[in-house]
Each structure stands twice: as structure tokens, then as C-alpha cells.
């Protein structure tokens, strides 16, 4: 089987950026999905940024507290959890692990001097004293007043002293992007204040793990070829690029959640017994499974030009950020399954889909 190659030019001259995918017949067990390989009409739509900042933002106003809108407009697709509980064989250890090494290396880059940080100490007790006490941020010839992290929770109760500290600032940012190979900078005023202000859901003033993991993923998802670090691109060109390849068993640039139904029945898994939502069958004699809603969801929750299909970036970002939520919490980021809540969802060996017994359980007292 051949490696599929995509080339894409770089921002700099003319130099190309070459990427290779590699061949997916190592991830899965035979050449293409059966009786899917059909091109169907498809609906397109300019797709929109789920996480522009609103209209009426104010670049003079305080950080505050915001939804995710990637995470707010499909919240309740619940049955995702299975389609990720199934792929986790696949994936998860590849992908948390890059999730790790990535905030791992964030956290040694320093401070860029060069960026005033919109959300200092002292700038924040601004804000949030109402204008009583700290710097101006208005005020560039203010004179720097020192304020320790701990005194703005006198006027902000909620205020997490620790996490903000261990957080990523604007001026940190700032050399992360210079230092990883990341796009994105603009010659746009407030530039930095209004990253922090787009991904900072919390209204801290600065982004925990979580939420600059978001950001890295969302940013770099499209041009990780052009990236020098930790674009996810390793795990991106051996797994997910040629997973969404064998999927594509049509070969034009889309998949539905039926190529994902029948697709993922032939990916190779350790443990095939374990998390497979293909056992969950009811006595119908149509649509029998169950849980091909939770292929459905994965589309329905990451699709933004077609109606009802992905292509392959959509898929990529709707990977990563599975995993996103799937793995990271605040300052927190796993490798394991302590945060997924898949305990809630399967027996303590993973064969048995508690909601599905239930269910089949309701079947049985109907006869």
C-alpha cells in the first residue's frame, strides 16, 4: 500500500512543507469499507468561527467569564463518549501523551519581555477594585504598582491565586508561538489581549492548561505542516489523517457518519471486547444498533461546511478536541482514564455497557 503524500507551501519564500501520511493498513484490517464507497449531493454553507469574539467586545474592558462555544452549541451530544470510549485503544495514549509533552514544554518557555501583559497582578486589582486600587491598564504612563497574587482575591472571591500563577500569561504566549514555530501573530491592535480574552472561558486573565490546550489545537489544526513543534503532527500523519483516509472510501474529501459506522468496525484494537458499542444490539428488526448515534454525534459536533459530513480537517480538529475534553481539566492533563468518566458508562472490565443492559433489560420485561 502506498504513503499518501500532500505538500503544502510554508509562509516563508518559497520554501515547501512536505507532509507524508502514512499508509492506514496498519490501523485497520481490510483495503476499504464495503457499501459505503458512494458519492452522494451535499449541502455546503460558509462555515463560521465558533469562538469569534462577540460583536460588542469591549478591548478596554476586564477579562470575564465566557462558554466555550464549540462546547456550548453541541452539548447535548452525549453520545459521543461511546465513539471515543471505542477509538481510545487507538488513540488515547498517542494523543494525551502529546497533549502532555506539549504543556510540559510551555511551562519552561519565559516570559517575552517585550509583551506588556494586559492582565498583570496589578492590573487586575484595576479591574476588579473597581478603579480603587492597582495600574490603569489605560494608562501606559501609570506608575507599576506590585500586588501579589493572593490580594486580588480581596476583590474577586472566586479567584484561584495558585492556578493563575501556574497559567499561561500574554507575554508567555507570546514567546511560545515565536519558539514552537506557531502561526497566527497579526499586525492587529491588543493582539495578545484579545487571544486571552477569546480563549480565557474562566475570565481569569490568563489561560490554564485546558484552555491553552484548546487554543493550540484550535489555531495550529489547519497548518500543523507549516508548525515547528507540537502541532500534533506525528500522531496527525500516522493515525488520524489515514484513519479519515480509509474512511473516505469514495475518495472525495468527506465522510458521513455511516463511513464512520461501517469504517471503524475494521480498525484494529488491542482489546476488542472491551468498549465495543457494536455489541449494544436491541430486538428491532430495523436499526438494531444502538449506538450509532455516537458516530452521528462526532459528526454533528465537528461538520461546519457540509450538512451531515466532515472533511478531513474538520475530522482532525474533531479528533484532537475529543481528546481535549476527554483528558484535560484546568491545570490538569491525563493519560489515562480518570477524567472521561467511562466507569459511569461500562463494567469494571469494560464489556458490559451499563445503559445498554438497562435498556435490553426494558425489552425483556415487555414480552
Known sequence: MKERQNSGSASTGATTIKSTESPFSALVDIEKPPGLCKTEDKKFKMP???????????????????????????????????????????????????????????????????????YSAEKLLFYWSNGQAGRDPMKTDGKATTVTASKLKEYKKDFDAEAWTQSFSAAKISNIIKQFGWGGVRPQPFFFKRLIDKYDFDGNGRLDASEFLFYAIWENYKGFEQCKKHCFKNIIEKKINPLFTFFDCDSDGYIDSENLWEGLSHVKRVNKNKYNFYKCEVPKPFNKFYRTHAPNDFVLKNYDIADGYLNREEFRKGMLLGYWERQSNKNLIVKDDSLNKKADRWSPDGTKDKDCDELLMMYDKRK
Do not use: C, H, R
Not at 80 to 108: C, H, P, R, T
Open 48 to 118: 463560521g468561527d465558533k469562538m469569534k469574539l462577540p460583536s460588542d467586545y469591549n478591548v478596554y474592558g476586564p477579562p470575564s467569564k465566557k462558554p466555550n462555544n464549540y462546547m456550548q452549541t453541541t452539548e447535548k451530544l452525549d453520545q459521543i463518549s461511546y465513539f471515543f470510549d471505542y477509538i481510545d485503544d487507538v488513540l488515547q495514549k498517542d494523543i494525551s501523551g502529546a497533549f502532555e509533552a506539549l504543556i510540559e514544554d510551555a511551562k519552561k518557555v519565559p516570559d517575552d519581555a517585550t509583551i506588556e501583559d494586559p
